[in-house]
């Protein structure tokens, strides 16, 4: 998948992307160990589900309206009626998506806030692990992107190397 952004923002994505998956890969970890018990990992799945919902609700809605957006953007090589027909088209969905999604992301955070943070109480030893903390530095794009790749097989290689001692674990 390619997406285009400023390098500046594709770092604080790929950023934001290895805090999630290490937020999920200790969150994992620390559900197949032995230090949680089976009350805590029930509990903890319950709440998550108030969590993901919402969220991915919101993030889907916020995709639709993105879409929307660009169908009716203008190309420098349409004529004015076009660009002036485009342009008033784009009012009424800025309209329909602010007035969907506003309420959308508040009831999202009134819905799994709450939830969230009993979760992170509970599972407090998933959010201290500072084993996949990385410090993102790149010349230019090339070494950007061959640092991405990098990054990402060590994620893949870690992952399946936990998945190994939990297989392990199981076992024994």
């Known amino acids: 998948m390619h997406i285009n952004t ?9 950023s934001l992307t290895k805090q999630l998956a290490g937020f999920g890969q200790n969150y994992l970890t620390y559900m197949n160990s032995n230090e949680s018990s089976a009350a805590k990992k029930i509990v903890s799945a319950f709440l998550l589900v108030p969590v ?11 995709a639709c309206t993105y879409f929307f957006i660009n169908a009716v953007s203008s190309k420098p090589d349409d004529s004015k009626l076009s660009k002036l027909i485009k342009g008033l088209l784009k009012l009424p969905i800025y309209i329909i998506a602010a007035a969907i999604l506003i309420p959308c992301i508040i009831l999202n955070l009134a819905i799994s806030l709450i939830p969230l943070l009993i979760v992170l109480a509970i599972n407090k030893n998933i959010t201290n692990d500072k084993k996949n903390s990385v410090p993102i530095e790149a010349e ?17 290689t870690v992952s399946m190397i936990n998945q190994q001692k939990n297989t392990k674990i199981t076992k024994h």
């Open 52 to 62: 993901i919902i919402p969220t991915g609700l919101t993030i889907s809605l916020y």
């Open 140 to 156: 230019n794009d090339s070494g950007y992107n061959k640092l991405i790749e990098e990054e990402s097989a060590k994620l893949i």
């Open 6 to 14: 400023s390098e500046e923002n594709s770092k604080k994505l790929l």
